[in-house]
């Protein structure tokens, strides 16, 4: 992870490292040139007791270079959904901070039956968590994950700016939740993109093995021998029986 001072909350606990830092008002994104995509997003997931309507304002993030930035045209036709990483409902306290979670630098190419169903199933008890009054606040990194082992579908490709974005094989999601002790759990996921009826738990893996196929390092200013333990542990979020 890149050793930056924590001058957002979302850092307290470490940063992985990309190709190009998008710091938006309400998370972070670590955008990948090679993959024309998110290599990561880490939020504090914050669900609001008022929520503004969901915004869906599709756009293109032009921060980004335009050789490596995704634009509408490139998922138009692909049969894929551009699915988010840091879930449009996890941030609904204002309509700004809606907004930012439909930048395309927060998509990615997901199967409609893994996007509207398994996916969002994990999404929701992500936010469930917040119903445990011990706990203080949920930390998320969430991202793709690419099997090289494996042929490799594209979308893009059909306009003028010559991008492609390769379809994930998976996708991750590790969840740190602070308690009121001052105590952490640690749950990781790893979901392959494609529609599923197996229990979310099922999907349940060690932190080190999203670190090894994702090529990240999570939560790394947590140091110490009961973290490394948490890491190799493949633990049971509540709400995902």
């Known amino acids: ?45 914050d669900v609001a007791d008022t929520t503004v309507p969901r915004e869906d304002h599709f756009r293109s993030d032009y921060r980004i270079p335009p050789m490596f930035r995704a634009d509408l045209q490139d998922f138009r036709g692909s049969e894929h959904d551009r699915g988010h990483l840091v879930a449009s409902a996890n941030q609904r306290e204002t309509r700004i901070q809606n907004s930012e979670t439909f930048l395309l630098s927060n998509m990615s190419p997901q199967k409609p039956g893994f996007n509207r169903q398994v996916w969002g199933e994990l999404e929701q008890a992500v936010r469930d968590l917040h119903d445990d009054q011990e706990i203080l606040q949920v930390y998320v990194v969430t991202g793709p994950i690419f099997d090289f ?28 939740a602070e308690n009121d002790k001052g105590k952490f759990s640690l749950w990781s996921f ?3 993109n494609e529609a599923s009826d197996a229990p979310l738990h099922s999907f349940a893996v060690k932190t080190t093995e999203v670190e090894q196929k994702a090529g990240i390092l999570l939560w790394d200013r947590l140091t110490g021998p009961e973290v490394e333990r948490k890491k190799k542990r493949i633990s049971r979020m509540p709400g995902t029986s």
């Open 1 to 45: 992870m890149l050793d930056l001072p924590s001058f957002r909350p979302e850092m307290r606990y470490g940063m992985p490292a990309a190709d190009q830092i998008l710091i938006n008002r309400y998370y972070i994104v670590g955008y990948s040139h090679y993959f024309r995509q998110a290599k990561w997003a880490l939020e504090i997931v």
């Open 149 to 176: 082992t494996k042929a490799m579908e594209i979308v893009g490709g059909q306009d003028d700016n010559n991008v492609t974005l390769p379809i994930p094989h998976a996708y991750y999601k590790s969840v740190l």
């Open 190 to 192: 790893i979901l392959p």
